[in-house]
């Protein structure tokens, strides 16, 4: 059984916590749930990834290494591979099928928040953070030398992880004042990106291939600020309708940004949305109620919740992935 070694936060005292994830089935679903235990910080705790099998029942939980805040954005990998991230301790996370965590890769000192993978073999990962305003919640470094926690960039990687491009892409304003890239999708085509500011109007996209700034998909009406219908997630169908999650809606996005039909969901403050493999069910987690709910997407019923009992204030269920298998 793989371990690691936690520095408590409260105490510093070394504690060993076993990680008890079990090698991936199909099916599986993996939440990021940080145990938040910093009373001087709200997005500081134990890093934690819990595993459940396809019926929503526990296996394990992994404790990540290398994480000091919150663990966001789960994805599979081509490969099978889980990925997820820690922007504030600028930790990438990457979890083979075999339940085992692998070390640290050189992806840069950033505050890297997500991953998207392109048709030939490359990777992009999005930078979580920019501006100059850290959170004031808590502890948030700038990037060595600069007085700026990030920039809110989209690079492109080798599928070795060789860095390859870093882009000037375009960012929606950030009402936090230190998000960036927060969420992102790749397109069917491969080259695609979606991707989004949380808590903006704008759903933008970006040619990984040739590097330049595309229109974008979704411009939302000052009014969905005002009504908490803002952008809160995104995920792509394998016939390219891109499922916007918005707080507690989520749109069927068509090629032309025409929204196609529309879900509602139980409650508001979903903020992580992944599309199952079947294609039949979407899962989205809220990060308010600390639940994860299976939703259909034929009828837009809710048939499976999983509580992790992190509810607010303790607000750290930020990820969601299903192993395809």
């Known amino acids: 059984m793989a371990t690691m070694v936690l520095e408590s936060i409260l105490s510093g005292v070394i504690v060993t916590k076993p990680s008890t994830l079990k090698p991936f089935a199909p099916g599986d679903i993996f939440l990021g749930c940080t145990y938040l235990c910093d009373p001087q910080d709200d997005h500081a705790g134990e890093g ?35 990925w997820a991230f820690d ?82 892409n375009e960012l929606s304003p950030s009402r936090t004042g230190f998000h960036g890239v927060t969420h992102c999708a790749m397109h069917p085509d491969g080259t695609t990106l979606a991707y989004m500011t949380d808590l903006g109007l704008r759903v933008m996209r970006y040619d990984t291939r040739s590097g330049k700034q595309l229109q974008d998909l979704v411009q939302l009406p000052d009014e969905a600020a005002a009504e908490r219908c803002w952008t809160t997630g995104v995920d792509y169908l394998a016939d390219g309708t891109l499922l916007l999650l918005r707080g507690s809606l989520i749109d069927f996005v068509a090629a032309d940004g025409s929204v196609e039909r529309q879900i509602e969901l139980d409650d508001y403050g ?29 009828d837009g019923r809710i048939v499976g919740q999983i509580d992790t009992g992190m509810a607010k204030p303790c607000r750290s269920l930020a990820g969601v992935a299903q192993y395809p298998g």
């Open 270 to 298: 979903y903020a992580m949305i992944t599309i199952a493999p079947d294609e039949r069910h979407v899962l989205v987690t809220n990060i308010f109620t600390g639940v994860m709910s299976r939703v259909d997407l034929a």
């Open 87 to 168: 922007p504030f301790a600028h930790a990438v996370i990457r979890v083979g099928p075999d339940g085992v965590e692998l070390p640290a890769g050189a992806f840069g000192d950033r505050g890297w928040g997500s991953v998207a993978f392109c048709g030939d073999g490359q990777f992009v990962l999005c930078e979580y953070l920019c501006g100059d305003r850290p959170y004031q919640g808590g502890n948030m470094r700038c990037l060595q030398g600069t007085d700026v926690v990030g920039y809110g960039r989209i690079a492109r990687f080798t599928a070795e992880g060789t860095p390859l491009d870093e882009f000037e």
């Open 48 to 82: 934690r990834i819990l595993q459940f099998d396809r019926n929503l029942v526990p296996k394990g939980t992994l404790y990540t290494a290398s994480t000091t805040h919150l663990v966001v954005n789960l994805r599979f990998g081509p490969d099978g591979m889980l």
